[in-house]
């Protein structure tokens, strides 16, 4: 038994499962017409007279914010209401590999979309010429962007046993991500929200209990260092570093088609700090 | 098997002072017993006695907040021997949970390749097809499985590695009495070359399939000892109401 036969073999289930069952394609068809929608069907993209996808992927973050919690709202939320987490986790498997098998069969659920929206590219090829380059960096973009969105949303599906809460979670994780660095308020509400998420952890990490408590101080914490810092003339660092995770900020180069080493880092590093918090999570069973 | 037998085996599973504690409430307290090697033991208790939390432990699934559980000279609680003892190690978790959307056939291939049974995959599965008795539903989505047929899924993937030890949560639940029937003969048959600990609130079980027996009321060990130990001149009945009236006693 090795971990890569662990990994290939939950990956294999969750694709399964979501491509297998007629809701995962409703999500499938929704999040493919949103793409084109968004795509063509705005003033903007036929009166700047261009063959690229600007206009996508100023509403792509928002799109993904729905979609990807759609696919990851039953990865773990399901195991726990129908008690497959104790078959799982009994079976010789490690938390990571575990962890890291249903990332990568969301992973794959998201790419399939991803494949079928191409058809974005094929119709811009048809009224125009495209830039195959600029294609490639926007796609590779929206793969990145939405690599991180699964790790969030697979967060937001280990607090509970709910698929309506799973989703609701995941997609205010995802939401946090779209709105940081919008406007100076929401970068610094996402942080007081960030930093009272992290304190729910720590707390219940160390005291394996009452996780409000840890959550509810650092807020408060967030609250003073946004407020007070403001006044004591401290600037806007707060949300000025809370601004810093907006995916949309990080996605911009791509959309011109660049490849920035500083943003790729931030959607593969997010996405494995995701996948760590998912790892913590799982061993929660053992506090 | 007389008591002199039991003691000339080895210990395969033992649990060391075993506490559960959530919050306030103590869902275990201080529990110990030892299964020897080769026998069925079964775990006997009220609803809400500690029997799955116990298992719970023992399988790796929750760590105990103290005391010590060894399965196999392996301790669970520890990340890479929980690995090895899961290797070795069968078990079928309360209310026998499986994925509604696979068929047992996909759900057995899909136990295989995470225990990496390989090419005797195919050979695995038509053994414990036949030993659980669920041919005829192979195909069929486990959403669509009775109660009974589940479990015997459940029962199955447990047995599909061939374990040494085998750990079941109130494998009968559910069961009709002629499906109970045949699970009981199975543990049977199963107990002649492994060791089995299985929970039950089933009186008659205990004496239909059991060696020894381990009584627990309130998260409190009552009794452990052969089933003959447990009789003591009364019924298996009688002394089960003697034991849990007094740990109820203790526990107020």
């Known amino acids: 038994m090795s971990a890569s036969a662990v990994i290939s073999a939950l990956f294999r289930k969750e694709l399964r499962s979501f491509l297998g069952n007629p809701t995962g394609y409703v999500f499938l068809t929704l999040f493919i017409v949103a793409s084109a929608a968004a795509a063509f069907l705005t003033d903007s993209f036929f009166s700047r007279n261009l063959a690229d996808l600007a206009t996508l992927n100023r509403w792509m973050p928002a799109i993904l914010m729905f979609f990807v919690p759609a696919i990851t709202m039953g990865l773990w939320a399901d195991e726990r209401s129908t008690g497959t987490d104790e078959l799982l986790l009994t079976l010789p498997v490690r938390d990571g590999e575990v962890v890291l098998g249903k990332f990568l069969g969301a992973l794959g659920v998201y790419t399939v979309g991803l494949l079928f929206s191409l058809v974005n590219v094929v119709v811009l090829a048809y009224l125009g010429d495209p830039d195959a380059g600029l294609m490639f960096a926007t796609y590779l973009g929206y793969w990145l962007m939405g690599a991180l969105f699964v790790a969030v949303g697979m967060v937001g599906s280990m607090f509970t046993a709910n698929t309506t809460v799973a989703f609701i979670l995941g997609a205010l994780g995802c939401a946090s991500l779209v709105f940081a660095g919008t406007a100076p308020w929401a970068s610094a509400i996402v942080g007081v929200v960030l930093l009272g998420a992290l304190g729910a952890l720590k707390w219940a990490v160390y005291f394996g209990r009452a996780a409000s408590i840890g959550a509810l101080l650092s807020a408060a914490i967030g609250l003073l260092l946004w407020l007070g810092g403001a006044r004591l003339g401290l600037g806007t660092w707060f949300s000025d570093f809370f601004g810093s995770v907006g995916a949309p900020s990080h996605f911009a180069s791509f959309g011109d088609g660049v490849l920035r080493l500083g943003d790729i880092a931030f959607f593969v590093g997010g996405t494995a700090v995701a996948l760590y918090l998912c790892t913590i999570l799982i061993s929660r069973r053992h506090w | ?252």
Do not use: W
């Open chain 2, 1 to 252: 098997m007389t008591k002199q037998d039991l003691s000339s085996r080895s210990v395969t599973i033992r649990a060391e002072n075993l506490s559960k504690i959530y919050g306030d409430f103590a869902a275990l307290h201080s529990v110990s017993f030892s299964v020897r090697q080769g026998t069925v033991a079964a775990f006997l208790g009220p609803n809400g006695a500690g029997k799955s939390t116990t298992m719970k432990i023992l399988t790796g699934y929750l760590a105990a907040t103290s005391g010590r559980a060894e399965v196999l000279g392996l301790d669970p609680g520890d990340p890479e021997q929980r690995i090895a003892l899961a290797r070795r190690l069968g078990y079928l978790p309360e209310n026998g949970p499986l994925y509604a959307d696979m068929t047992p056939r996909e759900t057995l291939e899909f136990v295989a390749q995470i225990r990496g049974l390989g090419s005797s995959t195919p050979a695995a599965i038509r053994r414990v097809t036949e030993q659980c008795a669920i041919g005829e539903v192979m195909s069929k989505p486990v959403a669509k499985l009775s109660k009974g047929y589940r479990q015997r899924v459940g029962m199955a993937q447990a047995l599909l590695h061939d374990p040494e030890v085998l750990i079941f949560d109130e494998p009968t639940s559910g069961l009709d009495p002629l499906q109970i029937r045949e699970v009981r003969q199975l543990i049977r048959e199963l107990g002649r070359s492994k060791t089995i600990l299985l929970s039950t609130h089933i009186l008659q079980e205990v004496e239909a399939v059991a060696s020894e027996v381990i009584v627990v009321g309130e998260g409190r060990l009552a009794f452990a000892g052969t089933i003959d130990e447990l009789r003591a001149n009364s019924t298996v009945e009688q002394r089960f109401y003697e034991l849990m009236d007094k740990k109820k006693k203790e526990a107020a």
